[in-house]
Antibody, heavy 116, light 110 residues
């Protein structure tokens, strides 16, 4: 059974940093692209970033480019999202997802709240 | 960025058929595949993949769900609707980065 478990969310002040993790199990992690998708409270879904199987190719939405870094450790079957210079508009539940051109499996999400 | 337009809400009776649309701002077809995917999200839960490449049913998704369409016009059909289908449904394009989602269609029961 595919499982994706996010962690690392919480309350953080604007301008500070936070690092999210996503522990994967039930599939061969190194064979799949992975992604982060977020959802602001009561809003829709928004793709944030994607990473290729080996980590050599990364893609970001413009609003997080230069502030967020997606990475992975295939030996640990873990996906990461380093979030720097956080803004109030980054407040959302962050989901990790197994990705192709679509998002086949999703974690339960971790809530990030950016507020002073 | 590719914009996906969905109607905001639908109300349907149990046992009836319902369709919801997703219109894209540009053609998302290539080599016979339509890069449109559909998700179901129930309140308080993570999204779940229903349909990929416009018409392919994801694993363990009931056959009551189906998808169709091409180029810029896509449809998700539920027939018959069950109480468990109350949720918000999102379409997503996987044609190019940034991947984008529609705003979602909220399905309610009459």
């Amino acid at each position: 059974e595919v499982q994706l478990v996010e962690s690392g969310g919480g309350l953080v002040q604007p301008g500070r940093s936070l690092k999210l993790s996503c522990a994967a199990s039930g599939f061969t992690f190194s064979n799949y692209d992975m992604a982060w998708v977020r959802q602001a409270p009561t809003k829709g879904l928004e793709w944030v970033a994607s990473i290729s199987t080996g980590g050599g190719n990364t893609y970001y939405r413009d609003s997080v480019k230069g502030r967020f870094t997606i990475s992975r450790d295939n030996a640990k079957s873990t996906l990461y999202l380093q979030m720097d210079s956080l803004r109030s508009e980054d407040t959302a539940t962050y989901y990790c997802a197994m990705a192709r051109d679509w998002f086949a499996y999703w974690g339960q999400g971790t809530l990030v709240t950016v507020s002073s | 960025d590719i914009v996906l337009t969905q109607s905001p809400a639908l109300a349907v009776s149990l046992g009836q058929k319902t369709t919801m649309s997703c219109k894209t701002s540009q053609n998302v077809d290539n080599f016979g595949k339509s890069y449109i995917h559909w998700y179901q999200q129930k309140p308080g839960e993570q999204p779940k993949l229903l349909i990929y490449f416009a018409s392919n049913l994801a694993s363990q998704v009931p056959a009551r769900f189906s998808g169709s369409g091409s180029e810029r016009d896509f449809t998700l059909t539920i027939n018959p609707v069950e109480a468990d289908d109350v949720a918000t449904y999102y379409c997503q394009q996987g044609w190019e980065f940034p991947y984008t989602f529609g705003a979602g269609t909220k399905l309610e029961l009459k």
